[in-house]
């Protein structure tokens, strides 16, 4: 192709990439460098049916002049990444100067907001990612030996939990496990303890959200892995039969070996996308247990009555920073792959 | 042809029907654009506002719960989206900071005759929203199981503990009680209300420093986790229609729950009529021997936009105040606690009407409120599920506020 076709033909997906992707980008940036201007409150008396009251409130027209000069807001340079809602450096010297011991440190830090939906997001990540994988690949085996005829249903069931949409999925699997629902009143009777809740205690709930987690991606890794089956070259199969190898043996050296470069794609993919886990903490309310640091940005966005624009944009830098930062050995491998090919 | 006849007269109810939709409400033109959260009792004024219809009259709106995240941005441009913004004392704050809604004054004193001057919402002196009904948690509770076990009506939250003890000892019930404490706003809730039942201030006089580490607030959350004891162990994913849910499932005998859910609860109709039957509505429990009971009220009303035309501006009100005048209070006296005038007040209100009566106090419409609030939803979850002290939950909230209220401009 020459050069000039080439970028004729790129020319409509860079622009699209600028326009939704780079630009939307450089704006949550320049967001999280800014915070509202200071208000200007005066006291004023309020009244209404319950009585009056002497309450603040907002000189609106002196902070709508100083909003008129700097409309994007005060700018704070990276103010607000630093502050307790995010990486907290002011608390975390003042946990180190003064602690009981590594647990307490532990705890001290736990306690922050942003590192107790890092915590969670980390362990849901690198728990979540595998599992998947590992379930996904036992799937597509199991479904790629049974006789065609049952083929399609298996296929299509295997494939719902990843078809339901997520916040659905996770409410209906919220009910069951409520302590009157099929799954949480089995387990107190299988146990038998009726105060046993898979909703009170944080140790279970990171479980169930860990379970939901895997059910709901190992359709995903089950078709890509089915589909890397389809093109699983007979004649080595067949010639590792003649040598004796056994079932095992025959996934151990022929077909693992051969679905690897899959399996980084896949990895790729479900890093990405258990880091920016969300939907399943809304679905099982379990903000009393695990916060993510999407479900962050979300609670920036929707408090009661106020946006926290600035806050809610050091968040989604900060998600971006990490996804990078989880990706960056599979991606260096991927890199080492590709150089080694091209050698 | 019995058909047809049906047909004729389904037709002829109609026409007549929309006859009488083109109500006199007196407008001449203009058009009127309601943004309002999504709750009966305001669907019925809405219904009413919407009959206001006419040839030269346009009436739209748009209930949903999200309104609180769209009524900035609509109410911004010019010309606003919306004409009619529906708020409480929560949600008018955002649009008083902003200076999004104009003020009533001309409009009262010209279109305003069937309103109470209890209705009107002043904020230093000048009318900014009018208030048609009230709302606040109070007590909802089975007199049946009350009776049964020989207790006494509770009037304070000690007494509803002593209250839970002997249900429990008498095998009655494990878990009596029930409280809205899903972390997020229904925690804070919960915390804005016992700590106003205790006397306290949410912030030091006259600036946005918070003032809830003290021993009030220690107080507050000693009460709250005390209530916990009795409430089944998945009380931290509770919010109040879950309450409901439990509460018309016979699990629950003491809870404070909306006022302007009672229909919900006692509704003959309902999935529980004899529950809803034995069901006894009191105002708000005191608490800590305080002198106001221990529920924030709360108003809704309606608020006019600021970058509108005049014509539409008056079309607006007069739409709304027609929607909410006295008539539909007394048609529809269970539909909510009403403000208006000669308003009757049935049973169902008098929960509502009680704890107003008692003294309870207003939810602050303090600019930073909502920021306190978010902070207590979030920072008291730990404490509730027992993996932190109460002083520590007290300070992790002032710090999340102070993070919170630095970046909105009103700390430095």
């Known amino acids: ?43 004023v008396e309020n009244c209404g049916p319950f009585g009056c009251t002497t309450e603040t409130r907002v000189d609106a027209e002196a902070t709508a002049e100083m909003k008129a000069e700097q409309p994007l807001g005060k700018f704070n340079g990276l103010g607000t990444y630093f502050n307790r809602a995010h990486l907290a450096v002011d608390e975390l010297k003042a946990i180190f100067a003064d602690n ?27 728990l979540v990612t595998p599992l998947c994988m590992i379930f996904g690949f036992l799937i597509a085996l199991g479904v790629n030996a049974i006789p065609k005829v049952v083929k399609g249903p298996v296929i299509f069931l295997s494939l719902l939990p ?58 995903f890794c089950f078709v890509v892995f089915y589909a890397g089956l389809q093109t699983l070259p007979t004649d080595t199969l067949e010639s590792a039969m003649i040598d004796g190898a056994n079932r095992w043996e025959r996934i151990r050296y022929v077909v693992i070996p051969h679905l690897v470069p899959l399996a ?36 920036d966005l929707s408090g009661q009555v106020d946006q926290l624009y600035g806050s809610a944009a050091a968040t989604s830098v900060l998600t971006m920073i990490g996804v990078l930062i989880i990706l960056t050995p599979v991606l260096i491998r991927t890199w080492r792959d590709f150089s080694r090919r091209a050698r | 042809m019995m058909m047809m006849k049906t047909t004729a007269a389904s037709i002829a109810a109609l026409v007549l029907g929309t006859g009488a939709a083109f109500a006199d409400c007196g407008i ?37 719960s999200e309104h609180k995240s769209l009524q900035v941005p609509a109410l911004t441009i010019n010309p606003a989206q919306y004409t009619v913004a529906l708020v409480a004392n929560n949600s008018i704050v955002p649009l008083l900071n902003d200076d999004l809604i104009r003020p009533l004054d001309d409009l009262v004193a010209e279109y305003g005759d069937s309103l109470q001057e209890s209705q009107l919402i002043r904020v230093d002196g000048e009318v900014v929203a009018i208030a048609f009904m009230g709302n606040a948690q109070h007590l909802f509770m089975r007199s049946d199981i009350l009776e049964e076990a020989g207790i006494e009506t509770p009037t304070s939250y000690e007494e509803i503990l002593e209250a839970a003890k002997v249900l429990r000892e008498k095998g009655i019930m494990e878990y009596p009680l029930a409280a809205a404490d899903l972390p997020g706003w229904n925690l804070a809730a919960e915390f804005v209300n016992m700590y106003l039942g205790m006397g306290g201030d949410f912030f030091e006089a006259g600036s946005a420093e918070p003032s809830i580490n003290n021993e009030t607030g220690m107080k507050t959350l000693e ?38 859910m009672v229909n919900g609860h006692i509704d003959p109709e309902g999935p529980a009529p004899e529950i809803g039957e034995a069901t006894m509505l009191a105002p708000a429990p005191f608490v800590g021997g305080g002198a106001t009971p221990a529920a924030a009220l709360w108003w809704d009303g309606f608020t006019i936009a600021k970058n509108i035309s005049d014509e539409d501006a008056a079309a607006s009100f007069q739409a709304m105040v027609y929607g909410a005048r006295p008539e539909v209070a007394q048609a529809n006296p269970t539909g909510a606690t009403w403000l208006m005038k000669d308003f009757d007040a049935p049973e169902s209100a008098n929960g509502v009407l009680g704890t107003a009566a008692e003294g309870a106090r207003a939810y602050p419409m303090t600019p930073y409120m909502g920021l306190l609030h978010t902070a207590l939803g979030a920072e008291l979850a730990e404490f509730m599920q027992g993996s932190e002290g109460a002083e520590q939950a007290l300070s992790d909230v002032e710090a999340a506020y102070r993070a919170a209220a630095t970046e909105a401009g009103f700390l430095n």
């Open chain 1, 100 to 126: 009981d011991g590594f647990g307490d440190i532990v705890a001290q830090i736990y306690n922050l907001p942003f590192y107790k939906a890092l915590s969670f997001t980390l362990v849901y990540t690198f």
């Open chain 1, 264 to 299: 980084t794609f896949v990895g790729l993919v479900l890093l990405m996308d258990n880091f920016r886990v969300f939907e399943p903490i809304v679905g099982f309310s379990s903000e009393a247990h695990a916060t993510s640091l999407s479900w962050a940005i979300y609670n």
């Open chain 2, 28 to 64: 001449e033109s203009g058009s009127v654009r309601i943004l309002a959260n999504d709750f009966d009792a305001l669907g019925i004024v809405i219904d009413e506002a919407k009959t206001c219809a006419s040839d030269t009259v346009s009436v739209e709106a748009n209930m949903t």
């Open chain 2, 223 to 260: 009460m709250m986790k005390a209530l916990t004891e009795y409430m089944s162990p998945e009380y931290m994913t509770y919010d109040a229609n879950e309450m409901k849910a439990l509460y018309l499932a016979d699990e629950v005998a003491i809870m404070n729950q909306w006022g302007s």
């Open chain 1, 1 to 43: 192709m020459r050069h000039r076709d080439f970028i004729a033909f790129i020319f409509p997906s860079v622009v699209a990439m600028i326009l939704f992707i780079a630009i939307p980008i450089v704006s949550v940036v320049v967001q999280s460098l800014y915070v509202e201007h200071d208000r200007v409150l005066i006291e």
């Open chain 1, 162 to 219: 990843y078809i339901v949409t997520p916040l659905i999925g996770s409410l209906i699997l919220f009910w069951m496990i409520n302590s009157d629902g099929v799954i949480g009143a089995s387990l107190q009777y299988i146990f038998n303890d009726p105060e046993l809740s898979l909703k009170a205690s944080p140790v279970l709930m990171w479980m169930v959200l860990i379970i939901y987690g895997t059910w709901h991606m190992a359709p």
